[in-house]
């Protein structure tokens, strides 16, 4: 009989209730025992929604990023942090959002805050980890009080625990060398404390423990494949029986290295294809336990029940008591509970399934493979329709749009001229000073304009006194970057919930959940788009608000889109034809977006890919591939412009120095990237590739309260311009200002205004 477990479970709740108790704590209406007991009550209530699994993960749930609780766990707190006082969660929100509560300045001396860590992207997701520091001197210590606690709780339910960590290499890999020291050089010091950590967990009564080692699946170079040896060669001993898990793609070369190395048991993500299992099964020594991830743990679509079973019964016969079966990866990737969802119709409903659902497929295989299919004959028809039902409907395949996709051709991506032709066009155009400043496009979302918004939708406020509504806030937009001096404008993105459901929501091909709601970061959370069918644009989406925002000022108003590859990163995206034509029929409609624009006298225009290289194959040697019909699919879009219209673009939280290439193939006028909590880092690599166009280094970090002062921004700027052209540089948040708060925005732009006007004075001199 198959094992049933799970690795990892959602985290935020069903209503979002820990966004909500982490930003009242943090605004400082709530308490840090008000804080600890909603995290008890979402804990217990995930371990429940579990309950038909043998085993259970306990160590999942994180009040801001699982990386930062095991950089706590191990003692590798950054130094600027290690001397305040008070709570040990406040620390720990000092390191994620710079502060802990809104008065976390007066109370610890910091000052208005301290550093917020560097933030970026999970593997090839859209979560958000704390980046852990290190340095060539970097210790560790174990505090475990946290995850013992966890454990103890969910042993005093019932709960059949399964501690899950991210493992020591995995860990180490994912890490930053401040001092550019080697962070393999660690691992001596490093497995001490993970060994210490899993003798406790046994001690605690703990049977099996999860270690996930996701960069088996990436190619790794000799030096870390034996470190994997020396690693788990030094943690055999210990009294917990530990099972290596892998995902987010297949080991290939590692598969000999994954099987043979000392540990109890091997999970494999089967979710993209099945080329490790046969190879595996051979592999592996008969008294290891193989846990194979059938159940994509990363998208909506409801598993074809039937057609696992037929792969997955012989190898079930063969391994016997040696198969597991559980997700592919954390669930931590797709919203909570379906049944949550009241306004998405019965036929699309039926096609998908979220953290909840596939644990119920999960049990329906499992008992079908205890039991014989005949014992879940009635759940396995109804899961048949479904799949059935959605390969066959009408509402997926458009030949219009399938005719417009074959009809691109290569001049359809490229620029009248090159940028060394355009530049001086757009120049003239614009009459921009130098160091011009901007932002990313959103304002903050204030209660008023999500309650307009919210009336809108309920059908209490009219269309036109919505319209009225957000034309108000346009107003007040584009009076106070006006106000503060800045050079172009954005219109603010009031009428917009999201970047990607926005657009999502005027495009067919389309659906939307009512509760689907995913963690990006922290209290940060996303409700992706579902990208069911062939895509096309109906109607203009923005250029009513652009013209309008537009007619309020006399400096350049840039228009706002999302590009093709982040509308397509960031949705569920179909998974019966590739990515590549989804993507490219996105980008016919933000095409015919843009080309509207232009012609409504918008002649700035942003096209965000901020998801571009969170798409890279793990494996380098797949990212050419990707890269090409990406680039394909933002030049498609951005380059039915004039000379003179200024195409801009933004990428934020992204490690992309070694994808430069392939952005300066974009062929972008102005690109804009985070930098701030890098301090520049992001742009070292332009010393030795000599990037053609404008880059906008962001100096205004917009995931934490602090605002950067004048001497902050003109420090980071003089960096850029040690790398980048003075001439070619722009000032400019990190990314946009929507979950910001105007009393932060405020001064924080005007420091950024002020810094420009010094920094101008300096090229002159």
């Given at each position: 009989?198959?094992?049933?477990?799970?690795?990892?479970?959602?985290?935020?709740?069903?209503?979002?209730?820990?966004?909500?108790?982490?930003?009242?704590?943090?605004?400082?209406?709530?308490?840090?025992?008000?804080?600890?007991?909603?995290?008890?009550?979402?804990?217990?209530?995930?371990?429940?929604?579990?309950?038909?699994?043998?085993?259970?993960?306990?160590?999942?749930?994180?009040?801001?990023?699982?990386?930062?609780?095991?950089?706590?766990?191990?003692?590798?707190?950054?130094?600027?942090?290690?001397?305040?006082?008070?709570?040990?969660?406040?620390?720990?929100?000092?390191?994620?959002?710079?502060?802990?509560?809104?008065?976390?300045?007066?109370?610890?001396?910091?000052?208005?805050?301290?550093?917020?860590?560097?933030?970026?992207?999970?593997?090839?997701?859209?979560?958000?980890?704390?980046?852990?520091?290190?340095?060539?001197?970097?210790?560790?210590?174990?505090?475990?009080?946290?995850?013992?606690?966890?454990?103890?709780?969910?042993?005093?339910?019932?709960?059949?625990?399964?501690?899950?960590?991210?493992?020591?290499?995995?860990?180490l890999a994912i890490g930053k060398?401040?001092?550019?020291?080697?962070?393999?050089?660690?691992?001596?010091?490093?497995?001490?404390?993970?060994?210490?950590?899993?003798?406790?967990?046994?001690?605690?009564?703990?049977?099996?423990?999860?270690?996930?080692?996701?960069?088996?699946?990436?190619?790794?170079?000799?030096?870390?494949?034996?470190?994997?040896?020396?690693?788990?060669?030094?943690?055999?001993?210990?009294?917990?029986?530990?099972?290596?898990?892998?995902?987010?793609?297949?080991?290939?070369?590692?598969?000999?290295?994954?099987?043979?190395?000392?540990?109890?048991?091997?999970?494999?993500?089967?979710?993209?294809?099945?080329?490790?299992?046969?190879?595996?099964?051979?592999?592996?020594?008969?008294?290891?336990?193989?846990?194979?991830?059938?159940?994509?743990?990363?998208?909506?679509?409801?598993?074809?029940?039937?057609?696992?079973?037929?792969?997955?019964?012989?190898?079930?016969?063969?391994?016997?008591?040696?198969?597991?079966?559980?997700?592919?990866?954390?669930?931590?990737?797709?919203?909570?509970?379906?049944?949550?969802?009241?306004?998405?119709?019965?036929?699309?409903?039926?096609?998908?399934?979220?953290?909840?659902?596939?644990?119920?497929?999960?049990?329906?295989?499992?008992?079908?493979?205890?039991?014989?299919?005949?014992?879940?004959?009635?759940?396995?028809?109804?899961?048949?329709?479904?799949?059935?039902?959605?390969?066959?409907?009408?509402?997926?395949?458009?030949?219009?749009?399938?005719?417009?996709?074959?009809?691109?051709?290569?001049?359809?991506?490229?620029?009248?001229?090159?940028?060394?032709?355009?530049?001086?066009?757009?120049a003239a155009l614009l009459q921009?000073?130098?160091?011009?400043?901007?932002?990313?496009?959103?304002?903050?979302?204030?209660?008023?304009?999500?309650?307009?918004?919210?009336?809108?939708?309920?059908?209490?406020?009219?269309?036109?006194?919505?319209?009225?509504?957000?034309?108000?806030?346009?107003?007040?937009?584009?009076?106070?970057?006006?106000?503060?001096?800045?050079?172009?404008?954005?219109?603010?993105?009031?009428?917009?919930?999201?970047?990607?459901?926005?657009?999502?929501?005027?495009?067919?091909?389309?659906?939307?959940?009512?509760?689907?709601?995913?963690?990006?970061?922290?209290?940060?959370?996303?409700?992706?788009?579902?990208l069911f069918g062939d895509v096309?644009?109906?109607?203009?989406?923005?250029?009513?608000?652009?013209?309008?925002?537009?007619?309020?000022?006399?400096?350049?108003?840039?228009?706002?889109?999302?590009?093709?590859?982040?509308?397509?990163?960031?949705?569920?995206?179909?998974?019966?034809?590739?990515?590549?034509?989804?993507?490219?029929?996105?980008?016919?409609?933000?095409?015919?977006?843009?080309?509207?624009?232009?012609?409504?006298?918008?002649?700035?225009?942003?096209?965000?890919?901020?998801?571009?290289?969170?798409?890279?194959?793990?494996?380098?040697?797949?990212?050419?591939?990707?890269?090409?019909?990406?680039?394909?699919?933002?030049?498609?879009?951005?380059?039915?412009?004039?000379?003179?219209?200024?195409?801009?673009?933004?990428?934020?939280?992204?490690?992309?120095?070694?994808?430069?290439?392939?952005?300066?193939?974009?062929?972008?006028?102005?690109?804009?990237?985070?930098?701030?909590?890098?301090?520049?880092?992001?742009?070292?690599?332009?010393?030795?590739?000599?990037?053609?166009?404008?880059?906008?280094?962001?100096?205004?970090?917009?995931?934490?309260?602090?605002?950067?002062?004048?001497?902050?921004?003109?420090?980071?700027?003089?960096?850029?311009?040690?790398?980048?052209?003075?001439?070619?540089?722009?000032?400019?948040?990190?990314?946009?200002?929507?979950?910001?708060?105007?009393?932060?925005?405020?001064?924080?732009?005007?420091?950024?205004?002020?810094?420009?006007?010094?920094?101008?004075?300096?090229?002159?001199?």
């Amino acid at each position: 009989m198959a094992i049933l477990h799970n690795l990892g479970f959602p985290r935020i709740g069903r209503q979002r209730e820990l966004k909500w108790a982490l930003e009242q704590y943090w605004q400082g209406s709530s308490t840090l025992d008000a804080l600890e007991h909603t995290g008890s009550t979402l804990r217990q209530r995930h371990w429940q929604d579990q309950a038909g699994l043998d085993w259970v993960p306990v160590g999942d749930f994180s009040f801001y990023d699982q990386i930062l609780d095991l950089s706590f766990l191990l003692g590798n707190v950054p130094e600027r942090v290690r001397g305040f006082q008070g709570a040990a969660l406040d620390n720990y929100f000092r390191v994620a959002r710079g502060r802990s509560v809104q008065s976390d300045g007066a109370a610890c001396g910091c000052h208005g805050g301290v550093a917020a860590g560097e933030m970026t992207k999970w593997f090839d997701t859209n979560y958000h980890y704390i980046v852990p520091e290190f340095t060539a001197e970097t210790t560790f210590q174990l505090n475990a009080e946290r995850l013992l606690a966890q454990v103890a709780e969910a042993q005093a339910l019932g709960v059949a625990v399964k501690p899950v960590l991210v493992g020591p290499l995995t860990y180490l890999a994912i890490g930053k060398a401040k001092d550019g020291s080697d962070p393999l050089a660690l691992l001596p010091r490093l497995l001490p404390v993970y060994g210490e950590l899993l003798e406790k967990l046994a001690a605690h009564g703990v049977a099996w423990v999860q270690l996930d080692e996701p960069i088996l699946v990436t190619e790794l170079v000799p030096a870390w494949q034996q470190a994997f040896e020396q690693a788990y060669h030094q943690l055999k001993g210990c009294r917990v029986r530990i099972l290596l898990a892998t995902y987010f793609g297949q080991l290939q070369e590692n598969r000999y290295l994954a099987a043979h190395l000392p540990v109890a048991g091997l999970h494999l993500d089967l979710s993209g294809n099945k080329d490790d299992l046969a190879p595996i099964i051979d592999l592996l020594p008969t008294h290891k336990v193989l846990s194979l991830g059938i159940i994509n743990g990363r998208n909506v679509w409801k598993t074809d029940l039937a057609a696992t079973l037929d792969w997955l019964e012989p190898v079930a016969q063969k391994l016997g008591q040696r198969l597991w079966l559980a997700p592919s990866c954390s669930l931590l990737h797709v919203p909570v509970d379906l049944n949550s969802e009241t306004v998405l119709d019965a036929e699309l409903l039926s096609w998908l399934a979220f953290a909840q659902q596939k644990l119920e497929e999960l049990q329906i295989i499992g008992q079908a493979l205890r039991d014989g299919r005949e014992s879940v004959r009635a759940e396995l028809e109804a899961n048949h329709q479904a799949i059935t039902s959605r390969r066959r409907s009408t509402r997926v395949h458009q030949p219009s749009v399938q005719t417009a996709v074959a009809g691109i051709h290569p001049a359809m991506g490229e620029r009248q001229h090159s940028y060394a032709v355009r530049a001086p066009k757009q120049a003239a155009l614009l009459q921009l000073p130098a160091y011009p400043t901007t932002t990313i496009g959103s304002f903050p979302q204030t209660a008023e304009i999500r309650l307009a918004r919210q009336r809108f939708k309920t059908g209490q406020l009219s269309a036109a006194a919505y319209e009225d509504a957000m034309k108000a806030e346009i107003s007040r937009s584009v009076l106070a970057q006006e106000t503060l001096g800045l050079d172009v404008l954005v219109h603010g993105e009031a009428e917009r919930n999201d970047m990607v459901e926005y657009f999502g929501e005027q495009l067919q091909g389309f659906a939307f959940s009512q509760a689907g709601w995913v963690q990006s970061y922290g209290s940060r959370c996303v409700k992706p788009p579902i990208l069911f069918g062939d895509v096309q644009r109906p109607q203009p989406m923005t250029v009513a608000w652009s013209r309008y925002a537009a007619a309020q000022t006399a400096k350049p108003m840039k228009g706002m889109l999302t590009g093709p590859v982040t509308m397509l990163n960031w949705s569920f995206v179909r998974d019966d034809q590739p990515r590549s034509v989804s993507c490219f029929q996105l980008a016919l409609a933000i095409r015919e977006e843009v080309l509207d624009l232009e012609k409504a006298g918008i002649r700035v225009i942003q096209i965000d890919e901020a998801a571009l290289r969170e798409g890279l194959p793990l494996r380098k040697a797949q990212w050419q591939a990707y890269l090409d019909w990406a680039v394909a699919a933002f030049r498609l879009a951005a380059n039915g412009v004039a000379d003179d219209t200024q195409i801009h673009t933004h990428m934020c939280y992204s490690e992309f120095n070694d994808i430069l290439p392939s952005i300066a193939a974009m062929d972008a006028d102005v690109i804009t990237i985070e930098t701030s909590r890098s301090d520049m880092e992001l742009l070292d690599a332009f010393q030795d590739f000599a990037y053609p166009n404008d880059i906008g280094p962001g100096v205004y970090d917009i995931h934490s309260p602090n605002i950067p002062t004048e001497q902050e921004i003109v420090s980071l700027m003089r960096k850029a311009a040690e790398r980048v052209p003075a001439e070619r540089l722009w000032v400019n948040p990190d990314c946009g200002l929507k979950t910001r708060r105007w009393e932060e925005v405020l001064p924080a732009l005007q420091n950024m205004v002020k810094s420009a006007k010094i920094l101008r004075k300096e090229q002159v001199l």
